[in-house]
């Protein structure tokens, strides 16, 4: 029987809330060197996938050059943290309850095979 990691996945809203508050932000340059090289390389910018989200902070920075955004994250508290911060957004990104491990299966919808043009992880393991 396999053992589950229950370090990140045990995360309270609140804990996200406060993770999120006290975080720095990315550099918009870092942005911009990510999209310039996934372009010139023929990615499209059709959906991202954020691997280990969290509270959806390089989620919600990358969402505007994409068709689709999609944030996974193992901790229901982190993800509820990063649906609570797009509720007076106009931004479309699903936020979605799920391990690395996993990659969204048995995620409804799925993410569907070959659907994904640019996957990152943004300080997921820390």
Known sequence: MATEEATFRNYTQAQGESYATGRPGYSPELFEIILNHHTSTGGR???????????????????PFFKNAIGIDPSEGMITSARETIKSSALSIRFDVSAAEALGIGLEPPIA???VDLLTAATAAH
Do not use: K
């Open 45 to 63: 910018r059709d959906t991202v996938l954020d691997v280990g989200c969290g509270t959806g902070q390089a989620t919600r920075d990358l969402a």
């Open 113 to 115: 095979n070959d659907s």
